[in-house]
């Protein structure tokens, strides 16, 4: 037994082959479910023969989550343990993990329990039949009807439109990806959820296998309806990178255009009726329409210019990082403060 777990844990890394799988979880206040969470996807890999290395990202917790984690990454060869210095969300706390992670393959799940840590292998059993990353698929989703269920059905529809990646279940957090793929995505807001539409432009083969869900035994959800406009709104933004991150102008810079074309024209006429055919127009309907017409085209053309601004500091900013790490303690005993 002694030798199966040595055989597995991530000292192997120190040996010249590769570590085979890192699972990568976010944690926010879930003390209770930590010790579970450990054993659980320890026996999962363990049985399945894989050598793992489990890193538990803090995100901040305020109820012993992180004394818990430094604990425990001190005394299992397995588990590493980053702690960022506060909150900053799921989604940074997932890409902290991915910077510590080195195994060849990259699972994520939650941290309280809902996710099924013995999925894993069929996870990655299926990521081995040739594809780049397999999402989870709750099939029997144990969450609440109106405001969690109906949202995301909405949500899914509507990412699966957007994106062209048809996923029943975007939201489920347990999914398996090959490493090189999250390597160099930058993730920020709710993005972690959009990875796989990420991925797909990026050319990878995606698909989803159905995957067990449970009700949360411990703890609270961290999240209510307002998640689901944030993701709306992240899907907005998606849309634009996909349609106009490279030549914003080109979209607003024509929408300006003919909206001052069109301002003018009747500008013109009112003119025309004004001086040559010696009318009032002051309380025409139309020329407040022309006015508003020019101001919105000035507008739209300078938004274009902006925008154009905009993307060059964006392709020029992405070393930024969206979390800042306290301390990663643990895996080979290494205690390394930031
Ligand atoms: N989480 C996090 N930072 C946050 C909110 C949540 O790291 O600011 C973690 C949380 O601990 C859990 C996962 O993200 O492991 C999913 O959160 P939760 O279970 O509350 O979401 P739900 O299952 O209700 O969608
Ligand atoms: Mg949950």
Not at 32 to 37: G, K, M, R, T, Y
Not at 49 to 60: F, H, N, T
Not at 127 to 149: C, F, I, M, P, T
Not at 279 to 296: D, K, Q, S, T, Y
């Amino acid at each position: 037994m002694t030798a199966i777990i040595y055989q597995n844990t991530v000292r192997q890394n120190a040996f010249p082959y590769q570590l085979n799988v890192s699972v990568v979880v976010p944690i926010y206040n879930e003390v209770e479910s930590i010790p579970h969470l450990i054993d659980a996807i320890a026996n999962s890999l363990t049985n399945s023969g894989l050598s793992y290395e489990i890193i538990l990202v803090d995100d901040g917790s305020k109820d012993g989550s992180s004394q818990l984690l430094r604990e425990q990454a001190i005394l299992r060869t397995d588990l590493k343990a980053v702690l960022l210095r506060r909150n900053y969300g799921q989604t940074a706390a997932m890409a902290a993990g991915f910077n510590y992670a080195k195994g060849q393959v990259i699972v994520t799940l939650d941290g309280d329990l809902q996710n099924d840590p013995a999925d894993i292998p069929l996870l990655i059993a299926k990521l081995e039949e040739g594809y780049d990353l397999v999402s989870g698929w709750r099939k029997n989703r144990q969450d609440a009807a109106l405001n969690r269920l109906l949202p995301s059905k909405i949500a899914n529809w509507l990412i699966g439109k957007v994106t062209g990646v048809k996923l029943h279940d975007y939201g489920c957090s347990l999914k398996a990806y090959r490493s090189e793929l999250v390597a160099d995505m930058n993730l920020y807001g709710e993005l972690h959820r959009f990875l796989p539409a990420l991925a797909y432009i990026e050319g990878a083969r995606i698909t989803e296998i159905p995957v067990r869900h449970h009700a949360r035994r411990f703890g609270q959800s961290k999240y209510g309806l307002g998640r689901t406009f944030r993701v709306l709104m992240d899907l907005l933004t998606i849309w634009f990178m996909k349609k106009f991150l490279t030549r914003p102008m080109h979209v607003f810079g024509w929408l300006g255009l003919i909206s001052m074309f069109a301002g003018i024209t009747i500008g013109s006429y009112l003119t025309f009726v004004k001086l040559v055919l010696g009318e009032e127009i002051g309380n025409r309907p139309l020329l407040v329409l022309a006015v508003v017409l020019l101001l919105a085209g000035v507008q739209l053309f300078s938004f274009g210019l902006l925008a154009e601004l905009l993307m060059r500091t964006y392709h020029e900013s992405q070393g930024r990082p969206i979390y800042r790490v306290r301390e990663v303690v643990g895996a080979i005993g290494q205690n390394t403060a930031r």
